[in-house]
């Protein structure tokens, strides 16, 4: 932010020189008492509003910092949830071979009950 040219307490302490026929001095003064107030009012203000400038750059960089955080636990979770879906394949194409393993043993077990009766005759 530019900072102005002239400040409050320059128009406080700012003196004139008086010729004749010039302005009442009183008068002058009066009015510059009033822009000295209202100037220091506006300085005072703009210290504030810098303030609350400053604390909103610091709360967004730590909004930022948070945002990227959970952006990366994010994609990490997608990976593992990949991962995981990828083992229920595989845990379901136990499954299916586990059952093929099962049909296969009862006919093993219905041959070797044929065999033994062939045997037996």
Do not use: C, W
Request: a neutral charge; charged letters at 35%; aromatic letters at 8%.
């Amino acid at each position: 932010m530019k900072k102005p040219d002239i400040l409050a307490e320059q128009i406080l302490h700012e003196k004139f020189p008086t010729e004749f026929p010039g302005y009442k001095m009183e008068s002058v003064n009066n009015f510059l008492d009033k822009v000295y107030i209202e100037m220091k009012a506006y300085e005072e203000e703009v210290i504030i509003l810098n303030g609350i400038l400053e604390e909103n750059k610091i709360r967004i960089a730590e909004l930022e910092s948070k945002n990227n955080h959970y952006q990366s636990r994010s994609a990490e979770a997608e990976k593992q949830l990949m991962e995981f879906k990828k083992k229920q394949l595989s845990n379901s194409d136990f499954v299916k071979q586990t059952k093929g393993i099962d049909v296969i043993q009862k006919s093993l077990k219905e041959i070797k009950q044929t065999l033994e009766k062939l045997e037996n005759k």
